[in-house]
């Protein structure tokens, strides 16, 4: 099994940074793509960044060139670089994982709990 925790949320004022962090754990064999959502009031949750074991990134288009997503394979942890954030990207930021919780099985999805991002002055 796979547990994801999330940090780093928190209040700040328009064109400021945060960085949030989520650290798997657990007993697992392989984490694979490892991704940001996130979701505000009344709205669907959506991918803001993805990021493949091999590194390789994708962004939703909102984001592009504002935020960063990196991982540390060696400590399990996915990371998201935000900057120069906006109102509208206030939202709860969930991480997910893809992951192979044994050497022989099929990949599973697993979710953190959330972190609360508010962007205001």
């Known amino acids: 099994q796979v547990q994801l925790v999330e940090s780093g949320g928190g209040l700040v004022q328009p064109g400021g940074s945060l960085r949030l962090s989520c650290a798997a754990s657990?007993?697992?064999?392989?984490?694979?793509?490892m991704a940001w959502y996130r979701q505000a009031p009344g709205k669907e949750r959506e991918v803001v960044a993805i990021?493949?074991?091999?590194?390789?990134?994708n962004y939703l288009d909102s984001v592009k060139g504002r935020f960063a997503i990196s991982r540390d394979n060696a400590k399990n942890t996915v990371y998201l670089q935000m900057n120069s954030l906006k109102p509208e990207d206030t939202a709860v930021y969930y991480c997910?994982?893809?992951?192979?919780?044994?050497?022989?099985?099929?990949?599973?999805?697993?979710w953190g709990q959330g972190t609360q991002v508010t962007v205001s002055s």
């Open positions: 990021i493949t074991s091999g590194g390789s990134t």
């Open positions: 997910h994982a893809q992951a192979q919780p044994g050497r022989w099985t099929y990949e599973s999805d697993y």
């Open positions: 657990g007993t697992f064999f392989r984490l694979n793509t």
